[in-house]
């Protein structure tokens, strides 16, 4: 069991952590027809913005209630009034996902009580719903304000069955984590497809931000799960949840609907993989498909060939609590060893994560105790430790803005896992110098061996 320790500093001189504002937007991001709304000033907006569209290449719809000095003094009640109007009138939204910021949680604004004044005054905008979720950002990280956000969306948007009434019992709900890609998501969905399964994602980037052209502009979010389709997860057999974070948007589910649920730690490793198919066998009536075990003997096979690489490697991982299990567990399992663990934010996950202790700091303590490791694994903000320390970086997490296909890449199921061990396996077999004859005589003249007095002559 990793011991977990918290940074002692006074400030975070490189931040690892991405803000809990952003991961509530970036949560209302994953469903249809939404505009998520930033309760704070127009810099706190922007800033997620910029971050959004470097790492999905995407246009991306935000926006804010702007509050002034003026405003953050006295309440921001008629910003927040102006901004669901505007929002509601121009862009015509289903969902408007509204996250508070630093600035309007100090000030304390009761914007369940807003929302109430803006019901009462607008009746006209009784068909969008307005979802408000408190991530203050001085305190949590990313996956905090996702794990909110979802679980809010769970109480404000399911509905719950009438008694008595029938279950699909070919449906299943879905639970992601933030640490999962939109091509995570479509590779769970062609899983429980080959089961013969529905699913409905809560959210679902896959359908707003994988990177399709739509064929009309639209000011709203373009695809991602529908309030309808949330609105009937009750009637589903069961709930997969995927990640710690997701425990608190499970219960809810459950408690508002009966539906059942059971959550994954992670989706990538063969153990994990095996208990989530053999779930789906269970849930379906089916055996597994061809498919899906030829996926799963490539992924033994991949195994196989990528320890002789991973062997004997000590890896440093920055990451977000789910993502630093999944990944170091990952990596354990192909045979490395975790040389550094830091993370963003307390979650019970990290009692599990496979190193002596975990660390909640910044990318400063994750570079000071990197040095002499074999690989960096980080988003890109850890480009710059690589470059001093003069260690290869694996991107992964996000941001990830200085390369392409961020939100393609797939590291849940068989497929996922084989393709992680050549990604992995390849920047390791890409740091191997092969030895020249240069190199051989070098060494020989740092032996003593094979100097030019030793050579024979014609004479002798």
Known sequence: MARVELSKKACSVNPLKMSQPIGGALAFLGLNKCMPLLHGSQGCTSFGLVLFVRHFREAIPMQTTAMSEV????????????????????????????????????????????????????????????????????????????????TRMVEELVDAPPPGSAREANRVNILPGSHLTPGD??????ICEAFGLETTFLPDLSGSLDGHMPEEFSPTTIGGASVSDIAGMGRAAFTIAIGEQMRDAAVALEAKTGVPFRVFDRLTGLAPNDALMALLMKISGRPAPNKIRRQRSQLLDAMLDGHFSFGGKTVAVGAEPDLLFSITSFLTEMGATIGAAVTSTQSPI?????????????????????????????????????????????RYGLP?????GAAHRVSVGYRGTRSLIFDIGNVFMSEIHEATPDIW?????????????DTPTAAH
């Open 71 to 150: 405003s953050t003094v006295l309440g921001g009640f008629e910003n927040v009034e102006q901004a669901i109007v505007t929002i509601a009138t121009r862009t015509k939204p289903e969902v408007i996902g509204i996250c508070s910021t630093g600035v309007t949680e100090v000030k304390g604004d009761d914007v369940d009580g807003f929302l109430k004044l803006v019901r009462q005054n607008h009746p006209e905008l009784d068909h969008v719903k307005l979802v408000y979720v408190s991530t203050p950002d001085f305190e949590g990280a990313l996956e905090d304000g996702w794990r909110k956000a979802v």
């Open 185 to 190: 998501l479509d590779e769970l969905r062609d």
């Open 350 to 394: 990290l009692h599990k994560v496979p190193a002596e202790d975990v660390l909640v700091g910044d990318l400063e303590d994750f570079e000071h105790r990197a040095k002499g490791m074999d690989l960096l694994v980080t988003h890109s903000h850890g480009r710059q430790a690589s470059e001093r320390l003069h260690i290869p970086l694996f």
């Open 400 to 404: 990830t803005f200085d390369r392409l």
């Open 441 to 453: 005589a070098d060494n020989l003249a740092s032996r003593g061996e094979g100097s030019h007095d």
